[in-house]
């Protein structure tokens, strides 16, 4: 698609987003429940009317396609969160158990990592402190 065709379209969406916006947006808050959500929604589906619209072509009905869309996006991205925050979780647990595990650690692990940090603060690339020496 060329340049004029991309901001002709650019333009088709801009109009809808003008005349319907509105509307899409009560339409999903009433669906999800939550204004920030319905509103990230929104925005998401107008993000994706640029794309798709330029590929497949207006729909009949714009407000229900960026509606349908706005309420998918959330869905997904509340599945996604939910993923999200159950291999938190996850990941909390097993760093749990693995703290809680110290049969591993050993005084010399601890002295050389002392070690290591004493060199590390005392690196010539590091710019000496005023009133260090």
Not at 65 to 89: E, Q, V
Not at 104 to 126: K, M, Q, Y
Request: hydrophobic share 40%; proline share 5%; with cysteine.
């Amino acid at each position: 698609m060329g340049q004029d065709a991309a901001e002709k379209m650019r333009e088709v969406v801009d109009g809808v987003y003008r005349t319907d916006s509105r509307r899409v947006l009560a339409t999903l808050i009433r669906l999800l429940g939550d204004f920030d959500l319905a509103e990230e929604a929104m925005h998401d589906a107008f993000a994706a009317a640029v794309e798709q619209w330029r590929q497949e072509g207006v729909p009949k009905n714009p407000a229900a396609w960026l509606i349908s869309t706005g309420r998918f996006k959330a869905i997904d991205g509340m599945r996604r969160r939910a993923r999200f925050d159950k291999s938190l979780g996850e990941i909390a647990r097993s760093l749990e158990a693995a703290a809680s595990d110290t049969s591993g650690w050993e005084n010399e692990n601890v002295e050389d990592d002392r070690l290591r940090l004493i060199f590390t603060c005392s690196h010539p690339a590091l710019p000496p402190t005023p009133g260090s020496r």
